[in-house]
């Protein structure tokens, strides 16, 4: 935990010298809309925001560990931003998209940031708990844009202005292993092995497996990895050791695949759930593909794209359309689930007459019971909670669109609901 601790601060300060090295080379241009005027429509504006345009950033991972994923995500929102402008925009003005590939990366992330911070009225995406973990001071002290990141640490609650779409990984661990418990032959007195991701994610993750377990009398044997680790072999050989019943993962969609390929091939074959970031359907095409299929799970915070929702079946028809020959995975439901709550924020504050950064934060706050056509429902009027506790569990599984296959729908362990993010 203190490297952790270490780790984001050094991040934190990295984005502190960035910033101020910025602000220093910009001090003489004008930001976009700033000095909340009041513009179009007696609408009052600030950062981002003129008479004709909404301007929002997306600081995504199209090259590193989420490549697959942030690719979908990124390309969702494009799709919501471009048919929000065809049927006239929002407030009167057009969105505009500028997207950010961080790779991953620490530092490129924090640059990022600090590139498109003038220039937008918040992020409808930011991939990377580590990293939005790090500008996390910096957003609720001064900047105040709203971000809406496919991050979800518990420790971005409690920000007005970073807000948590679904369960936090803690909640989401405690569901997945509920429902190991539930309906895969996980008993008390068992031992329940864990591989996760250093830093945020992961370690949010395990707090939520250690609770489950001490819940439920079971032991936890923990496995700690990079994200640059891609060959699971060792951890598995560990786990085989210790006799582990079944194994949660919270690591990338990559980890994932050679786990559970390498423990079907070395006969560790127990059930292995993974939280909603560790699967892409494009690992069905990989030599773990068949082992995926009858011994990995997943939990994640929506229906799949596969879904039998009206807006799900749309969304399909739509992107296929936009991007004809790209696969279909969850990463375009967080995508346009993401950009649609930033919208509808957008537009109550349109209605409120206030665009600026605080208008915007404000709006957020009075969708309560926002549906995104998932099978869940978001109330984002508490900063400190996340939007919803309930969590499906999908299955890979590649007869199906999009290749997953809902196993147990929304849900939430009774474990959970006692349990404080």
Not at 7 to 31: F, I, N
Not at 118 to 135: M, N
Not at 364 to 381: C, S, V
Request: charged share 20%; proline share 5%; aromatic share 6%.
């Amino acid at each position: 935990m203190n490297h952790r601790r270490q780790a984001v601060r050094g991040l934190a300060a990295a984005l502190a010298a960035l910033v101020a090295l910025t602000a220093a080379g910009c001090s003489s241009k004008a930001k976009t809309g700033d000095g909340k005027q009041t513009g179009a429509g007696g609408v009052k504006t600030g950062e981002g925001v003129t008479d004709k345009t909404i301007a929002l950033g997306a600081l995504t991972d199209m090259t590193g560990v989420y490549a697959t994923l942030g690719k979908s995500v990124t390309q969702a929102q494009q799709l919501y931003v471009k048919q929000v402008n065809a049927a006239g925009g929002i407030c009167g003005r057009q969105l505009e998209l500028t997207v950010r590939d961080h790779g991953y990366d620490p530092q490129k992330a924090l640059a990022a940031y600090t590139e498109l911070e003038p220039k937008v009225v918040g992020y409808t995406q930011f991939i990377g708990s580590p990293f939005v973990a790090a500008v996390k001071p910096q957003v609720d002290g001064k900047d105040k844009g709203l971000v809406l990141p496919q991050a979800w640490s518990a420790s971005l609650l409690g920000s007005p202005y970073i807000r948590v779409l679904g369960a936090t990984y803690d909640v989401e661990t405690i569901n997945a292993v509920d429902f190991l418990l539930k309906e895969k032959g996980l008993k008390s007195g068992d031992k329940l092995g864990h591989v996760y991701f250093e830093g945020d994610y992961g370690e949010n993750a395990l707090k939520g497996s250690k609770y489950a377990a001490g819940k439920a009398g079971l032991t936890v044997v923990e496995q700690k990895i990079k994200p640059t680790d891609n060959d699971m072999s060792a951890q598995v050989s560990a786990l085989r050791q210790a006799g582990v019943k079944a194994v949660v993962i919270s690591a990338g969609p990559r980890q994932a695949a050679s786990l559970v390929g390498v423990a079907a091939a070395t006969g560790l074959k127990v059930p292995v759930v993974g939280n909603n970031s560790a699967f892409a359907p494009q690992l069905l095409g990989t030599q773990a593909g068949p082992a995926l299929e009858k011994m990995y799970w997943f939990a994640s915070p929506s229906l799949p794209i596969g879904a039998d929702t009206p807006t799900a079946k749309k969304l399909v028809a739509d992107y296929q359309a936009a991007y004809p020959g790209d696969s279909l995975d969850n990463g375009i439901v967080a995508g346009w689930t993401a950009a649609g709550v930033f919208g509808e924020a957008l537009k109550k504050a349109c209605a409120d007459k206030d665009l600026t950064r605080e208008g915007v934060d404000k709006a957020l706050l009075t969708l309560k019971a926002h549906d995104a056509g998932f099978g869940m429902t978001h109330d984002l009027g508490d900063p400190k909670a996340p939007s919803s506790r309930e969590s499906v569990i999908i299955q890979p599984d590649k007869s199906v669109p999009g290749g997953m296959r809902t196993v147990r729908q929304p849900f939430v362990a009774e474990a959970a609901k006692s349990y404080t993010p």
